[in-house]
């Protein structure tokens, strides 16, 4: 995630339609002007969880910009309560929450109300626009619990990219070589367990 | 039992990558520092006002000790941090973030007053010094602030 965008690349977010929740009306007009200059032309900014609430329920979104701290908190309510809005075609956008004070405690409250990705503040326009470029990317499955409804939080770790060995000198590959010697029997396995006198 | 259920949604953000039709990336960034910019200094004069306010609601935070006075300089700091931090005034964003670090530390019962009134003090100092604060003085002041907002309370 956090690897640099490729500059020359190119993203239309015309189209995109973006809610963003802050009580900070300085932040959440920042964030317009960042959203404008990347050429969003639907921002729906919202100061409150009643309007972010009703913006959720009428228009189609792709994105929700949101800080959790904004007023007692009530930001991590609203990503649970986005997450849960099983009839809403909104449900499983992209949401990135954006902290001012970023602790420990905040970010796992994040990633459990079901955030996408965490970022801090101050956001500059090319960290934001990474972050987007990222959530367009993700692939990851979305889960449906009773605890818990948001993208999955387990990332598995695929090892090095195929073909290469890995920068760090404790990388395994994620192809399984062959065996290079044969299974063990169950009698060598069974006397793996079997107590045994240590002798001293 | 409990029931899960596990599903690949459409991601509805994937489409705006790789349109040709799109901005270069380095455009788009160009385009938000620059209206970024254009905001910059009827932001700079609501940061001033939001500092104004912090001093107010820390002076009676620390005559209340109540729970809510807390959170509003919690809140106060938050935007300022924010604020500050956006338009690059990176003394302020790191006084505001100590004092953030020193707001989420305590509770109602255990809030380091006097480390509050100091960091808000740092704060108003810093603004009276302006395009002056810099230097190994302004450093050690900060480190300082850092120091207590990292104190066992």
């Known amino acids: ?200 | 039992m409990s029931s899960v259920r596990k599903f690949i949604p459409e991601n509805k953000l994937a489409k705006t990558l790789e349109d040709r039709n799109g901005l270069l990336m380095t455009q788009a960034i160009q385009r938000a520092a620059s209206n970024i910019e254009a905001v910059r200094d009827e932001h700079l004069a609501a940061l001033d006002g939001k500092l104004d306010q912090l001093c107010l609601v820390a002076a009676a935070a620390t005559e209340s000790h109540s729970a809510n006075d807390a959170a509003q300089v919690y809140r106060l700091a938050r935007e300022v941090l924010a604020d500050a931090g956006i338009f690059g005034l990176k003394h302020m964003n790191r006084v505001a973030h100590s004092l953030c670090e020193l707001m989420a530390a305590g509770d109602r019962h255990r809030h380091q007053w006097t480390g509050i009134t100091v960091h808000v003090e740092a704060i108003q100092a810093l603004r009276r010094m302006g395009r002056m604060a810099a230097g190994p003085g302004v450093d050690a002041m900060i480190a300082g602030l850092e120091k207590i907002s990292r104190m066992p309370v």
């Open chain 1, 1 to 200: 995630m956090g690897a640099a965008i490729d500059l020359s690349a190119r993203i239309n977010l015309k189209r995109t339609s973006v809610l963003v929740l802050d009580a900070n009306p300085q932040a959440l007009d920042v964030m317009r002007q960042v959203l404008n200059g990347f050429g969003v032309r639907s921002v729906h900014a919202c100061e409150t969880a009643k309007d972010a609430r009703a913006v959720f329920r009428d228009r189609s979104l792709e994105l929700a910009l949101i800080d959790p701290l904004f007023v007692d908190d009530s930001g991590f309510e609203f990503i649970r309560w986005a997450r849960r809005e099983e009839t809403s075609a909104n449900r499983c956008i992209a949401i990135i929450a954006a902290m001012g004070h970023h602790t420990l405690a905040n970010v796992r409250a994040a990633r459990d109300a079901g955030a996408n990705i965490v970022v801090a503040k101050p956001l500059s326009p090319e960290l934001l626009l990474q972050r987007i470029a990222w959530a367009a990317r993700e692939e990851r499955p979305f889960i449906v619990s009773p605890g818990y409804a948001g993208p999955d939080r387990r990332f598995k770790n695929d090892g090095p990219p195929p073909g290469t060995s890995g920068r760090r000198s404790d990388d395994l590959s994620f192809e399984v070589p062959t065996a290079a010697a044969p299974n063990m029997s169950q009698l060598e396995v069974d006397e793996l367990f079997k107590p045994r006198k240590v002798a001293l």
